[in-house]
């Protein structure tokens, strides 16, 4: 499977310029969990390429393997069959160069909002200063400036959510894996926090797969949607999402295409 | 005694600061009725006491009490203090011993904890002992302490020393096991190494479980104290309580009691301060 997705309108360009993107690939990948009540299959022959820029969404049923594809991209796991790649070189455990957002929010209690956020650089050895630079743009990014020395845990759960996107891309990865980052947050912040998701995907430029139980938010988000069995975890369904990024607003949820593809996807999860 | 089990896992966040907002009528209210409740029992004491039910011996007065409480900060016919040291002298040279003893058990504790929960195949091979020396009682092996170390401190700080780092050791096992797989991985993710990964994310992740332990373990310290103490420990405020049964000075032993149980709970407060201190996130995050 090649990307049919639609390209971002403006070219994507890595904050510190035009960094050097590379296309993230599964190729036969099977993820058996070896578990107390015998073996898991999690996901069953998974071929999969992520070409650089893509916003990548991935939706399907609890339990069908979502989280395991992005550990097996972020290198929590070793698949058990075929491999996982990163341009040439194959996946084989985590690295900075993939930045990875959690579903609850993971940010470290005895580190100030900012020292979270320079702890990729400052695990890099990057310079005091320099790493504290980054820091703050990329607070002010997310809208977190205001907040930058305060405690991890006088933030609201929006803010926490932002701040572990920060801290993702303070590395500047090729990919930001984000595993149902809103699934947590009340309906108003969860919309406010995909537009904001959208603006810095545009400016910051990452290739981004993006784990939703929402088809709604899979859609207004992706340029592509996958589709996912229940467990064994398959692809069932690669949907380009042909709205260009900077038309995805309000109005988009009620566009005649945008609800005709809500309804060909939840068809396909056996929703409707 | 120490009160360990105030320290229950789930220090309400939330509460404290709503008791803490409405503060000046409910501390007011909680010192009063804790002055109260002194000076009935005091009461009860003195009255017990000087209805004379049972002899002097058993139920020394407060009066005998505070009048020896007197002669341990002064100098009474030409004698200093009691057996021959202050009381503050012998509360010290307890706490020396006890501060030692701790010194060493959060020396070895810590990094004994760290590689039982990390290293697997050091956890299956050294934990069975850890386990067996905090099953014993440290009586059991003082003797062998005093002929390996003699009768002065050294082999009291190693009583105490054997006491308290078992149960450091083992919060720092059962804090490394809590910390949640997410957390590892988010650090793991942005590019921390092994050490990176001890320094940056499971240590500062156990220090809650690790006061948790600690103030356990100060508690242990204080039981074994006395213990330590009944051989050469003067001075020392567990050799004076131990040293009146000789001549059934109960009076002496009640003070000492008061003053041991006093001290106790000063520093189990002082390390819940340090703790607030170094933790303030625990129970918030
Ligand atoms: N560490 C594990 N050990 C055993 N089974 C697991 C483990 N992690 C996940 N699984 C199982 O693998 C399947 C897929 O899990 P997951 O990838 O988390 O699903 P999703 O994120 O789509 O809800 C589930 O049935 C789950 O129970
Ligand atoms: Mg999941």
Redesign the pocket.
């Known amino acids: 499977m090649t990307a049919t997705g639609a390209i971002p309108a403006t070219a994507p360009t890595g904050p510190s310029g035009a960094a050097q993107r590379h296309r993230v690939a599964l190729h036969g990948v099977t993820h058996v969990?070896a578990?107390r009540g015998g073996d898991?299959l999690?996901l069953d022959h998974v071929d999969l390429v992520i070409e650089p820029g893509e916003f990548v969404s991935v939706v399907?049923p609890?339990?069908?393997?979502?989280?395991?594809?992005l550990g097996l991209i972020a290198g929590f796991h070793r698949p058990t069959r075929g491999r996982v790649t990163l341009g040439d070189e194959e996946i084989r455990g985590p690295g900075p160069d993939r930045g990875v957002v959690f579903q609850q929010p993971n940010l470290y209690p005895w580190m100030s909002v900012r020292e979270n956020v320079a702890l990729g650089p400052r695990l890099r050895h990057v310079r005091r200063a320099q790493r504290r630079a980054i820091a703050d743009r990329l607070l002010a990014l997310v809208g977190l400036a205001e907040f930058a020395d305060h405690a991890t845990y006088e933030l609201s759960g929006g803010m926490q959510q932002r701040c572990q996107i920060a801290r993702a891309l303070a590395n500047d990865p090729e990919i930001l894996l984000m595993d149902e980052p809103f699934g947590a947050l009340d309906a108003l912040t969860r919309e406010r926090m995909q537009d904001e998701l959208l603006t810095i995907w545009r400016d910051a430029g990452q290739t981004v797969l993006f784990?939703t139980h929402s088809v709604e938010e899979a859609l207004y988000l992706g340029t592509r949607v996958l589709v996912m069995s229940p467990?064994p975890?398959r692809i069932v369904l690669d949907q380009p999402v042909p709205f260009p990024p900077h038309e995805r607003d309000r109005a988009l949820r009620e566009h005649p295409e945008f609800v005709a593809l809500r309804a060909r996807i939840g068809r396909e999860l056996g929703l409707a | 005694m120490v009160e360990i089990t105030g320290n229950a896992p789930v220090p309400v966040p939330a509460t404290r600061a709503r008791r803490r907002l409405r503060l000046p009528d409910g501390a007011a209210l909680r010192v009063a009725l804790r002055l109260l409740s002194l000076a009935v029992v005091v009461a009860i004491w003195w009255i017990v006491a000087a209805l004379d039910v049972w002899p002097d011996l058993f139920v020394p007065s407060p009066a005998d009490v505070w009048d020896r409480f007197v002669e341990s900060v002064t100098v009474h016919d030409g004698r200093v203090g009691l057996s021959d040291a202050y009381l503050w002298e012998h509360l010290g040279a307890s706490l020396w011993r006890i501060g030692n003893g701790l010194f060493f058990a959060i020396l070895f504790g810590v990094p004994l904890g760290l590689l039982l929960a990390t290293v697997r195949p050091f956890q299956v091979i050294a934990e069975p002992y850890v386990n067996f020396v905090r099953a014993l009682p440290p009586l059991a092996y003082f003797s062998l302490l005093i002929i390996w170390f003699g009768i002065e401190d050294t082999s009291k700080i190693w009583l105490l020393f054997l006491a308290s780092f078992p149960p450091i050791a083992l919060s720092v096992v059962s804090g490394v096991r809590g910390i949640p797989q997410t957390r590892l991985d988010a650090a793991r993710a942005l590019g921390a190494g092994r050490l990176q990964l001890l320094r940056h994310v499971v240590v500062p992740s156990v220090l809650p479980e690790f006061f948790t332990g600690l103030r356990l373990a100060i508690g242990f310290a204080w039981t074994t104290i006395v213990a330590a103490e009944t051989v050469d420990g003067l001075p020392g405020i567990g050799g004076l309580a131990w040293s009146t049964k000789k001549f059934q000075q109960t009076d002496v032993a009640v003070l000492c009691i008061i003053v041991i149980g006093l001290a106790a709970i000063l520093l189990d407060q002082l390390v819940k301060a340090v703790e607030r201190l170094v933790v303030p996130w625990r129970g918030r995050a």
């Open positions: 969990y578990g898991v999690a399907g609890s339990g069908c393997g979502k989280s395991t594809l784990i467990r975890g």
